[in-house]
């Protein structure tokens, strides 16, 4: 059975040719430079090389407004136009309309229906987890769904112990404003952990959210560090990419590719497969709602 590993990238299209914008013109991203040997670019979205795939998928969907994340977000995990079901964008989190549709559709639900071996490798802090003792339930699209399935969120033990990894790779976050003393990783390690927990598993997530907030103008001091790692993590896992193991790399709206501004984008998402079933899926994906019947499609014929 090939496994498949999503790696999702909140707030990351492709945007103008223009390095006072867009960070991917002003520094040199190997993930994407070493591998299709240069960067897309609004006038030139789509490149192939070698297996990979980058091309555009459009997030708007024919609904008027700014993409958001909680009708992005709905529509990758439960293949469907949430943003048109709910008449609007809307974000950060899923509108209360939604949940009964994230709860029925999403895909760690649907392949754990279909006897699949599926993980969210993405770890919480304890104060996650208090506050959802507190009686709070507002939450990301992602924690929803994952809990919606009945799969147990990841806690420290879990980064601990290798089985999942923090939302900012290395630990360091973790440590300096949690108060935790973990082991601080390499973006590298990092990778090679997702890489072994995905070879464990049919279907794997992991979901990185620090693109979306520089493009918001937030943790702007830990910037070079941020592109750093993500940079190095990416590129580790496709350097590294097992032959029957299939990626996708995705995202629910444009932000970061313009930091002239401090707000979602018009652009289409940056996507990128590799891997067993690259071009499939590469031929397969247009909108944001095509993701989980391309992925149910290889992972249950």
Not at 96 to 108: A, G, H, T
């Amino acid at each position: 059975m090939p496994g498949l590993l999503v790696i999702f990238l909140d707030g990351v299209g492709i945007g103008e040719k223009d390095p006072v914008k867009n960070p991917f013109f002003k520094h040199n991203f190997k993930f994407i430079n070493n591998i299709f040997g240069e960067t897309p670019h609004l006038q030139n979205q789509s490149l192939n090389k070698n297996g990979h795939y980058l091309f555009p998928v459009d997030p708007i969907m024919g609904v008027n407004g700014i993409p958001q994340s909680g009708t992005g977000q709905t529509s990758l995990l439960c293949g469907l136009n949430a943003s048109e079901l709910l008449g609007q964008h809307f974000g950060p989190f899923p509108h209360s309309k939604l949940l009964p549709v994230i709860e029925r559709e999403n895909i760690f639900s649907q392949l754990r229906d279909k006897q699949k071996r599926v993980k969210f490798a993405n770890a919480y802090p304890k104060r996650f987890f208090d506050y959802l003792q507190s009686g709070h339930k507002r939450v990301g699209t992602f924690a929803t769904s994952v809990m919606s399935a009945g799969i147990k969120l990841n806690g420290v033990d879990e980064v601990n112990n290798a089985q999942a990894l923090s939302a900012e790779i290395t630990n360091r976050v973790w440590n300096d404003k949690l108060g935790y003393n973990l082991k601080v990783i390499t973006p590298a390690e990092a990778a090679r952990r997702l890489l072994s927990i995905s070879k464990e598993n049919d279907f794997t997530l992991y979901e990185y959210f620090l693109t979306d907030h520089l493009g918001h103008g937030r943790n702007s001091e830990d910037y070079s560090e941020i592109i750093t790692n993500i940079d190095n993590f990416l590129l580790t896992v496709l350097n590294e990419l097992p032959d029957d193991l299939t990626l996708i790399i995705c995202s629910d709206h444009g932000n970061f590719e313009d930091l002239s501004i401090k707000q979602h984008t018009f652009n289409p998402t940056l996507t990128i497969t590799a891997g067993k079933h690259a071009g499939r899926l590469a031929s397969g994906i247009n909108k944001l709602y095509h993701l989980k019947p391309s992925i149910m499609e290889i992972l249950c014929e």
